[in-house]
């Protein structure tokens, strides 16, 4: 059974930060990994598609690697702005499910 | 281009009554999944349908059940609804589903309370 753990739980920075949110699963065997942003109350947003095929991905101020073979996700963010503060989740798809981490809520302050 | 769209966004019913929630996916996109997610087990896969067919399911009792229209479009019912059945259900959806290699796109949620 896949487990997603995600690390920090929470991170509190000030504006203009660069920052990394870790992700790690426990098997190895998937097709993506995606990540996700969550507003309070609201549905996810997908950011960032890696195929299991892919070292990395690219969106704007966002870059996500992935290390299949020892279960390793990150998210970098650059330049982080408080319209960034939000629950960011990760998600490996394998055995035709989507399995999500706890996420990394985070807050950047002006 | 439409998202994902769920209806209603916000429910309160009553232990042991039933509850339909409702989900319109992208067009063109023939795979829907829904999820629960509460502050205590995150975010938990329900099951998915692609093509009117239930393709996957997660590990929820019998009273979670789902279907799925020929316009893609997919409903989720809850019988006899508990107190721990208060969440939010997320619907996703995604032109190959979860057997392929195209993102998932989240609806914005029902919000369900259980009293």
């Known amino acids: 059974k896949q487990e997603v753990t995600q690390i920090p739980a929470a991170l509190s920075v000030p504006e203009g930060e660069n920052l990394v949110l870790n992700c790690s699963f426990t098997?190895?065997?998937?097709?993506?990994l995606q990540w996700f942003r969550q507003d309070p109350g609201k549905g996810l947003t997908s950011l960032l598609l890696?195929?299991?095929?892919?070292r990395e991905q690219t969106s704007g101020r966002l870059n996500a690697s992935l290390d299949k073979s020892s279960g390793r996700s990150t998210l970098y963010i650059a330049a982080s702005q408080p319209g960034d503060s939000a629950t960011y989740l990760c998600?490996?798809?394998?055995?035709?499910?989507?399995?999500f981490g706890g996420g990394t809520r985070l807050m950047v302050k002006p | 281009k439409a998202g994902v769209t769920q209806t209603p966004r916000y429910l309160i019913k009553t232990r042991g009554q039933q509850v339909t929630l409702s989900c319109s996916p992208i067009?063109?996109?023939?795979?829907v999944s829904w999820y629960q997610q509460t502050p205590g087990q995150g975010l938990q896969f329900l099951f998915e349908?692609?093509?009117?067919?239930?393709?996957n399911k997660g590990n929820f009792p019998g009273r979670f059940s789902g279907r799925q229209f020929s316009n893609s479009r997919s409903e989720m019912n809850v019988s006899t609804l508990e107190l721990g059945d208060s969440a939010l259900y997320l619907c996703?959806?995604?032109?190959?589903?979860?057997?392929?290699?195209?993102?998932?796109?989240f609806g914005n949620g029902t919000r369900l309370t259980v009293t």
């Open positions: 996703a959806s995604s032109f190959t589903g979860t057997g392929g290699r195209s993102p998932l796109h």
């Open positions: 098997d190895s065997a998937i097709y993506n």
């Open positions: 890696i195929q299991s095929s892919q």
């Open positions: 998600a490996p798809l394998g055995g035709n499910m989507l399995t």
């Open positions: 067009s063109g996109h023939r795979s």
């Open positions: 349908y692609f093509s009117e067919t239930q393709r």
